[in-house]
């Protein structure tokens, strides 16, 4: 069973949601705690699930990818294989950045990155319009990212708003 997390492993989890790369070394410097101390910690929260991987985020810009779209998606029926197959098609599909299930009047949200136009006239027209689990789709072209996902709230019970200060 997992151990309640205190408040050292929320500052912890708080350091490491911005910068993966901290040694344990410069992780206690930032909340006081041993390197050794924050490396027992790291390794619990590792194997909890709390920390479920690193990565490095990439520019998606400079990688060529200028067009970020919000595309709705309705599915053709409502049943589990149908769900199944659009999963399937939208895991398979590396310009899907990120994809939800919705409740309301669209199925489906995803957020895809395209090189432009042309690229995106060809991922709607000939990946998700010809699928047979797709019957409407309504895309959105980015104008400006207002904000990025940089991490979760890790708060204390009874903070908000980023507050973790009290």
């Not at 690229?119 to 319009?129: E, G, H, M, P, R």
Request: hydrophobic residues 35%; proline residues 4%.
């Amino acid at each position: 069973m997992d151990e309640p997390l205190d408040r050292l492993d929320l500052r912890l989890l708080q350091e490491l949601q911005k910068d993966g790369r901290l040694t344990n070394n410069e992780l206690g410097e930032r909340i006081a705690l041993s390197p050794s101390q924050c490396s027992r910690r790291r390794t619990r929260l590792e194997a909890e699930g709390y920390i479920r991987s690193y990565r490095a985020y990439l520019d998606r810009q400079k990688l060529g990818l200028d067009m970020l779209v919000v595309i709705s998606v309705t599915l053709a029926t409502h049943n589990r294989d149908n769900a199944r197959r659009f999963s399937q098609l939208i895991n398979a599909l590396p310009e899907v950045l990120e994809a939800y299930a919705l409740t309301g009047e669209m199925d489906y949200h995803l957020t895809v990155a395209t090189r432009g136009l042309a690229d995106l006239s060809k991922f709607v027209n000939d990946v998700l319009l010809p699928h047979e689990s797709v019957q409407h789709v309504k895309t959105s072209i980015v104008l400006d990212t207002l904000k990025t996902f940089e991490g979760f709230p890790v708060l204390m019970p009874g903070h908000w708003h980023g507050d973790s200060t009290r």
